[in-house]
């Protein structure tokens, strides 16, 4: 094997090692993205199940950025002043973005809901939690398809 055939091959493998590495990383993103909204919405789930059994309203509100939050009740300055059971972002380029600033939540009877949506987004993507008038919760992405999230449509 002469040299030039040895540093062709030292090369293939350094652009190959490149290319892996950079694919893990968008894939840990994603990963991480696909994580949080999963949270946002079992956090959205249980303020749908505490309204409903107790038959009682839960609006909620929303406070973007990077150390974003969700919550109900009476909205606070900043996340770190809210008090009660809220949802807060902890994971490192994942921030809060489009947060309705019209009322939004959920009504305990017959499973009734204000409309509306909260979207993710890192480097990797959007994702988008969709709040339906029947209560229904589901999430999209909006860019492109993001693991086992379809696109929005």
Known sequence: MSLIE??????????????????????????????SAQQLRLYLYGVQAEANNYNRSA???????????????????????????????????????????????FYGLRNAALAGHITLRNPAGSVRIVLSVRG?????SETQPLLGIGLCQ
């Open 59 to 105: 609006v909620l509100w929303g406070i973007s950025g990077a150390n974003g939050c969700v919550g109900t009740g009476i909205r606070p300055s900043d996340c770190r002043n809210a008090a009660g059971k809220i949802f807060a972002l902890h994971e490192a380029g994942i921030e809060l973005v489009d947060v309705p600033e019209k009322n939004m939540g």
């Open 6 to 35: 040895m540093m062709v091959v030292v090369a293939l493998i350094a652009m190959c090692t490149l290319w892996g590495i950079h694919s893990w990383r968008s894939y840990q993103q994603a990963l991480k993205l696909e994580q």
């Open 136 to 140: 229904r919760l589901r999430m999209c």
